[in-house]
């Protein structure tokens, strides 16, 4: 993949930011609680500039990102998971999917929907309107993935998918997903609302060229383990419903390690393990060469003759640009023969 330069060439800016994207594992209560939490603001940030999406773009497909890096924590080895929404209000859907590396990837089935909104309050449930969501498990040392479809009942891709643990795995489980934007951009999110000033001035608009449009991203899960006392759960529950922003967190410079061992101090938190996120996609030039050589020889002779060049492919996962010249596709040609 190729991403947008988001640090104008400022590597220790760029280093220094991507650092601070970690998860961290933990659990609470001797074990009777297991949970994940991340920050994610940098992977949020690329992510956004890669797909050219604007603010309320940005606030969903981050918290899918975000949602899918969190469940990263069960994978391991070539793991890898999936989270895909197929709805009928105007956002049609997300699909994002993660591995066992903390790599994350995905896109926005209509990445302009905004444009099309004329209302400046609008609930989360109009956006999705009626749907399903769907995760997937590809597991290494599984000949088929496992696959798990619910029906949309709340509009929030944090409710929606604990309402998913619940169903389809039985287990009790909490999301807290928080996308946090700079000062300057109006965008708030309450609940199941999202407000948005979706037209900046000009003082604004000179502002966010040189500012990056999130200042704090993140999320944490809880899931309750078989026989887990129901006072802990309840104990754990009530935390949940009262932590606000984790975004907003992350922005003041409060890092996630540090907020669950004071935020869950009662609980006996205890932390397992971190590692990196980070918003990737393994294309590469080499491998959209690779599909386009499995084209039918008839449409690639069409091609060699009749162009366009430089052919341009995108990726929709992570919105990478390859672009191919005649030369490539008469090459490509001559070895398939």
């Not at 209509?110 to 498990?137: Q, Y």
């Not at 891709?157 to 009790?172: G, H």
């Not at 640009?321 to 040609?333: G, V």
């Amino acid at each position: 993949m190729i991403k947008k330069n988001i640090y104008e060439g400022k590597l220790k800016d760029q280093l220094k930011a991507s650092s601070k994207d970690r998860l961290y594992r933990f659990i609470l209560s001797d074990g009777m609680l297991r949970g994940a939490i991340v920050n994610a603001t940098n992977m949020v940030n690329e992510m956004s500039a890669n797909h050219n999406l604007g603010y309320i773009e940005t606030l969903l497909l981050g918290q899918a990102y975000i949602a899918s890096s969190l469940l990263t924590t069960n994978l391991k080895g070539n793991d890898r998971i999936s989270i895909n929404i197929d709805c009928s209000g105007p956002l049609k859907g997300i699909d994002v999917e993660s591995n066992a590396f903390g790599e994350v990837r995905g896109y926005l089935k209509n990445p302009n929907f905004s444009e099309t909104l004329s209302d400046k309050k609008i609930s989360l449930s109009t956006l999705f309107g009626a749907g399903f969501l769907t995760v997937n498990k590809y597991l290494e040392d599984s000949k088929s993935p496992y696959s798990g479809k619910i029906i949309l009942e709340y509009g929030t891709i944090a409710e929606d998918l604990a309402n998913y643990f619940l169903k389809s795995e039985q287990t009790p489980t909490a999301f807290n997903l928080s996308v946090h934007f700079d000062d300057k951009i109006q965008v708030l999110s309450n609940g199941s609302d999202i407000e948005s000033k979706l037209k900046l001035d000009s003082k604004q608009e000179q502002y966010l060229d040189n500012h990056l449009m999130v200042d704090g991203a993140g999320g944490l899960f809880l899931q309750a383990m078989p026989g887990a006392d129901s006072n802990v759960v309840e104990q754990a529950e009530d935390i949940m419903r009262n932590i606000k922003s984790l975004g907003a967190t992350f922005a003041k410079g409060i890092s996630p390690d540090i907020f669950i061992l004071e935020k869950f101090d009662n609980m006996s938190p205890l932390l397992l393990g971190n590692y990196r996120v980070e918003f990737f996609c393994r294309c590469s030039s080499k491998i959209i060469r690779n599909y386009i050589s499995r084209l039918p020889k008839d449409e690639l002779m069409d091609i060699a003759k009749n162009g366009p060049f430089p052919l341009e492919v995108r990726c929709h996962q992570c919105n990478t640009f390859y672009n191919f010249t005649q030369t490539d596709i008469e090459e490509i040609i001559l070895l398939n023969k």
